[in-house]
Every structure is written in structure tokens, then in C-alpha cells.
């Protein structure tokens, strides 16, 4: 089940990842260009649980659970200490000689410098708090504007008092006067020297757009980026203000119930239903808000400490469902030293993760009592949709009709919550809930999964290995062929988790490159491969499957990749942890990139997949990977076999007959969902060889069941052998020149 591929030197061996386009609607502003909040934070913020009272042991120690609960690993980085963080007197804010907050070095006996400092050696990122205006101390002392000839009185406005929820006394600051901006400027630039990655301020309003207007600029001035938030509950009329100038915007009051047995309401229970259930409307008001650079924030996620935070287990789902399907932030705000078990499955599923981080904000499309339904479609043409049943006693069947949705027919459903796969859905569909229940569902109409399968470009696409077998040069193939699209071979690891291939070649500036370029610039493309035979593999030097995502990462953003094969053979193929560690990753590149194929090749038996396939490919369904194509490489069965057109299209019954059983899909949509990599000529057992007939059998089997990859290793190895040549660059057969390319070239899907 090899493929001889004697690599003569391969070299020893995110969250994800820079940010890629994502999708979303028209808007009615543009966004903060602050190049921050790609996509909505993700972290934990104080204000739930800490309150009133944060200290620096206790801000350590959620860093400390951040990572030692793996929940930083799922995209959890923010640490944010929200407020009371400052110190007081009986006029207000105690202040420093230039006039900014004190830090209450009693409860930060580091500092906040300190505090930021150890946040980042965790591999986190530090969030911090502020309100608008000047203190009353800084106006009563007149302190000096770091680096002007300003004061305070210069620019305080004594007659108009700021909204401040801890030590109050906070003046105006009139923006027409000089010194004013460069107040707001020297409090950014010292929230960047003490390493602040996230700032929230807070009681904003229609009145302060100048201040926020100040500080965005001094953010941007400051020398770090900064993710800017802006709290709370802001009115909707100054939507187009808020995502011009900010990261998130706070759509409502706080969601805590402030109903808890400690003062000011602080302790468990930290929020109730109805704090929650008020977010449905808002989330909906706000929709068209949202998107890249900006994002509709509903407070704080408050769940990890099961039921004690005022929510029963279905209306902490439902609270992370309607989250997550508005693309809001997701900031818990619970005790993460005392993670509930039940919550933190809740909170690691990084199918839930994945609808958040699409990009897109969904729009409601049912709202009938206590029945509610939302939908969004992502990029590649898949919709999620949640149903709820916002009540609080009875039963309630939510129906919702595919039209309704954004298609006609049928679809293809998988549960997101439990990554069951539901199989194909005819016209609508409808589900049972109890009070407080949610149903949260992708569906891929089946329109597009015949489409996907009549790709010819991608599912085509020749293994061509540059590194070795006197490679042709890939435009003279395809005037010749008429072939489109080529798999390149091979991704490997550098001894690292970084991809280079061969695991030496880099990815960018180098002639692989320049092989793509000229490609595209002929009007075709590529599917990249990673992985093979030979060599060091990046499924097993990463160590997590966010590494691993990374590494993917990387190869796709360097070509801006629509396809990615994972040929997975040898020492990765035989470790199940790799195996897992793979399923993990694919599932976060195709998260982290709409609309990408990914491709899954590997070994198989005469009558299909062996056990370590089947056991691959349930890996992939029971972890929810929606994997486009699982394709067999038909060939080393061994025994000189002689005819292996009808060996292949049994061994692709075989592997159908898996996928279906795994995916739960029709015969019609598990086709689509496999492929063949043959290997023309003489393959690596003694006397099995691959004829020209071969191919022609395999191409009517594709063409009968719209399979969705029919490809070979190589096109190096289609053409005869000449004197000095070898089982590389030759097909070790008569043939002429790509007889064997232009069987599958008439392959249409």
C-alpha cells in the first residue's frame, strides 16, 4: 500500500493562523482599518466572577487555568482584567504625576506592567480597562500632559461630569482645547509600554463619539496594536460610528443578574435566563453590524462552572449557540480554577468555535412566540442554522423550511453540537426542543455537493513531485493534455513544525513558487500535498493539532490554496494520535478558511479501506471533519496483478460503502465524496503493472458515479523510460507521452 518514493534528501522530519478573508454582508459603514479583531476575541474577562475585587493572584491564576485547561489551545488567548483595578481617595481617582489613574499597588504589587508580562509568557494576551474624561484629582493638582506645555485645567470641562461605575469624579475633557488629544495619547502610550493587547472602554455613549475618536487615534499612535472595545449597551443610531472607529461595541447592559448573595450582587448565580434570552432581540437589531475589524458584543459567555451560574446545561448551549451564531466575542466570565467538566465540553467544541469564527453575524428568519430560528451562510455555499425554544417550560418542535433558509430541495445535515451526521433532509426541517434547548445544524445543500463533484480541474489534478524525476514543466503539459489543475508534491517538515518542501525548499521566493505562478498565469491552478512516504512528517512533528493547523496555515496562505491534500502513508498513517491530531487540524483550516477543499489519500486493500482506514475515517465523522474527498491509492496489492481497472473500482466500493457508513450520506453523496490516486505503469510490487485499459475503466466508473477525485502518481512517470532513466520519471511500459493524463483529462465530474 506504498508509494516507492525515494526522496534522496529529506531534511529532519496555528491558532490559528494569520487571518484570511472572511465573509460577510453589506454594511452600512466601513470598519476600523485598525487591522485588529479579524475575527470576534476570544478570552476570559474579570468582571463576572472577580467583580469588585481583582487582584493580581487572582488575574494569574485564570491565565494559569486559560492553559492548563486547554481551553488557550481552542483560541481562548485574551486576559482580560476589567475594572477596579485603580486606586482611590475621597476626591476620586488617585492619579500620577501626569495625570492618569494610580494603579492600587496593594492589589497589583507588580504592577499592571508585571501582570502583563506574565499573561504573555503563558502565550496569552493581556486586556485592561478604561473610562472617558479626566480624574477630578488630576484637574485639582493641575498635573502636567506628559510631553506638553499643557495642564489639566487646560483641557478639563469642570461643568460636565463622566459616567464611572468605580471611584466616579471624572470631568469632561473638551477636545477643542490644546493638550486634549495629547492627554488621551500619553494614557495609550503607557497602557502599550505596559503591554496591553486589548482595551475596553467603558461607560460610552452617544455623548463621548470625541472621545472614542481620541482613542482610536492615540491607539493607533501608540506603537501596539490593540484590540478596542467600547462598553456599554451603545445605541444602535451610532452603529455606523461605533464600527468605524472600534473593534466590538456593547449591545446591551451587563448580562450578570447582579442577583448573587455577596455585595452589590457579586457570587453565584452570576447571570439568569432572562439576562440572556434579552440578547435574541439585540443580536437581531444589530445584525448587519458586524463583521471583520468589528463585531456585535453580547458581554460575557458565562459558562464553565456548571449550573450555579443561573443557567441549566440546555440554556448555557443555547447562550454559546446564539454567541456564536452572531459572531460575537466570546469572553467568559466564569471561575476557570473551578472548570465544570460538562462545561468545558461545551466550551472545546471547536465545531461551535468554527460558527463564531466564520466571520458571519446570522440573521433570524423565525421569531413566533417562544420558537426561534437563525441562519447564516458561510462562504463556501454551507448555511448553519440554530433553532431555539426561548421558554422556560414546555416543549416546543421548531420548524424551519430550507427556502426559508436560502435553498430549495434537499440537504445534506450534520448536528454541530453532538458532530452527528443526519444524512440528506428533503424540503425542511424541524426539531423537538425542551425549554431552553437549542438545535444547531450545518447543511450543505445537496445542488452543491453535485457541484463540488463536477469540478473537473480539481478532481483531475496529476501528482507532479518536483524534486525529483526530471519533472516536465507543468505549462508544457497542459498544452498537451489540456490538464488544468496539478497536485505538488511534497510538503514536509524542516525538523520543525514548519512546512518546506522536501522539508528544505521554502515555500515563498524559490521555484515551486515560480511553478504555481506560471501555472495560474496559464490558466490553471493547484492542490498543494503534504505528507507522502518518505521523509519527516508534520503530523508528527507538531505537537497539537493547532500547531499542525498552523503549519497547514502556513502552506495555504502562501499560495492562497482553494485545495489541500493530506497524503497521509507510513509512520503517520500507523500512529493513531497523529491520525487524531490530523482529523483536529483539517477541522480548524477548514474553519479558519470557507470554501476550502480538503483532500485526505491514503493506502488501501483490493476490497477497500483496512482497518486503520475505517478507523480513520470514523475519526473524522465522530469529530465532525466535513472532509470533501477520501481518496485510495489503488494499487501494491501485491501478486502481480494483472487487472487493475476492475481490482480499483472494488476497493472503491469498498471505501464507499465506509464513508457512507461513517458520514451517514446517501450511495449518490458518498461518491462525491471519494476518489482514486492510481499509479500508471509498473508500480512498486514485481509485476503488477498499471495499463492504459486500467485508466479507461477507472475513468467510466468515475464518470458513472460523479466520484470526486480521479487522479495518479505521476506525471513525471508518464512517459516510456529512455537509457539512464528510472522507475521516477518513467512509466517502465511502451507508451507515448501522457497516454495515461489523457484517459482521466476527459473526466468532467
Known sequence: ???????????????????????????????????????????????????????????????????????????????????????????????????????????????????????HSKGLKFGFYVTPGIAKNA??????????????????????????????????????????????????????????????????????????????????????PINFALSNNLPIADAATWRKLANSWRTQGDVECYCGPGSNGSGYPLTDWSHVSKRFDSAASWQQYAGPGGWNDLDSLEIGNGDQVGLTADQRRSHFTLWSMAAAPL????????????????????????????????????????????????????????????????????????????????????????????????????????????????????????????????????????????????????????????TLAFILSDGTCNPKWDGSRPLTGGSDQSTINAIRAAGGDVVVSVGGWSGNKLGEKCSSASALAGAYQKVINAYKLKALDIDIENTEWSNATVRQRVVDALKTVKANNPGLKTVITFGTTSSGPDSTGTDMIKRAANSGLANDVWCIMPFDFGGGTTNMGSLTTKAMEGLKAQVKSAYGYSDATAYTHIGLSSMNGKTDDSGEQVRVADFKTMLAYAQQHHIGRLTYWAVNRDRACGSGTDGDACSGVSQQPYDYLKVFTQYTG
Not at 210 to 218: M, R
Open 139 to 224: 484637574v485639582t493638582k493641575n498635573t502636567p500632559i506628559e510631553g506638553t506645555s499643557y495642564h489639566a485645567k487646560d483641557i478639563a470641562d469642570t461643568s460636565t461630569t463622566e459616567k464611572n461605575y468605580n471611584c466616579k469624579n471624572m470631568y469632561a475633557i473638551d477636545y477643542s482645547k490644546p493638550g486634549a488629544q495629547e492627554f488621551v495619547n500619553s494614557w495609550a502610550r503607557q497602557f502599550a509600554s505596559w503591554g496591553v493587547d486589548y482595551l475596553k472602554i467603558d461607560g460610552v455613549g452617544s455623548a463621548d463619539i470625541a472621545d472614542v475618536q481620541a482613542w482610536d487615534k492615540a491607539l493607533r499612535a501608540s506603537g501596539r
Open 331 to 486: 469572553l467568559l466570565g466564569t471561575d476557570l480554577t473551578q472548570l465544570d467538566s460538562v462545561d468545558k465540553a461545551m466550551l472545546t467544541n471547536d465545531r461551535l468555535i468554527g460558527v463564531d469564527q466564520d466571520g458571519v453575524a446570522a440573521k433570524r428568519i423565525v421569531n413566533s412566540g417562544v420558537q426561534q430560528v437563525w441562519s447564516k451562510e458561510e462562504s463556501d455555499g454551507q448555511y448553519v442554522v440554530a433553532l431555539f425554544n426561548t421558554g422556560t417550560s414546555g416543549n416546543a418542535t421548531v420548524s424551519v423550511n430550507w427556502s426559508q433558509v436560502g435553498f430549495s430541495g434537499s440537504g445534506d445535515v450534520t448536528d454541530l453540537w453532538s458532530g452527528s451526521h443526519k444524512g440528506v433532509i428533503a424540503d425542511s426541517y424541524s426539531a423537538t426542543l425542551r425549554p431552553g434547548e437549542t438545535r444547531l445544524i450545518r447543511v450543505k445543500p445537496v445542488t452543491s455537493l453535485k457541484a463540488a463533484a463536477a469540478s473537473p480541474g480539481f478532481a483531475v489534478a496529476p501528482y507532479e513531485y518536483l524534486g525529483w524525476g526530471s519533472p516536465q514543466n507543468p505549462t508544457s503539459v497542459m498544452s498537451a493534455t489540456g490538464v488544468k489543475w496539478f
Open 1 to 119: 500500500m506504498i508509494r516507492f518514493r525515494s526522496l534522496t534528501a529529506a531534511v529532519a522530519g496555528l491558532l490559528v493562523a494569520a487571518a484570511v478573508p472572511l465573509m460577510g454582508t453589506a454594511h452600512p459603514a466601513a470598519a476600523s482599518d485598525n487591522g485588529q479583531s479579524v475575527r470576534p476575541a476570544m478570552g476570559w474577562s474579570s468582571w463576572s466572577f472577580v467583580r469588585r475585587w481583582p487582584t493580581e493572584a487572582k488575574i494569574k491564576a485564570q491565565a494559569d487555568a486559560l492553559v492548563s485547561s486547554g481551553l488557550k489551545d481552542h483560541g481562548f488567548v485574551y486576559v482580560n482584567l476589567d475594572d477596579f483595578w485603580q486606586k482611590c481617595d475621597s476626591n476620586g481617582f488617585s492619579v500620577d504625576s501626569y495625570g492618569r489613574w494610580a494603579v492600587d499597588t496593594s492589589k497589583f504589587p507588580d504592577g499592571i506592567k508585571g501582570l502583563a508580562d506574565y499573561v
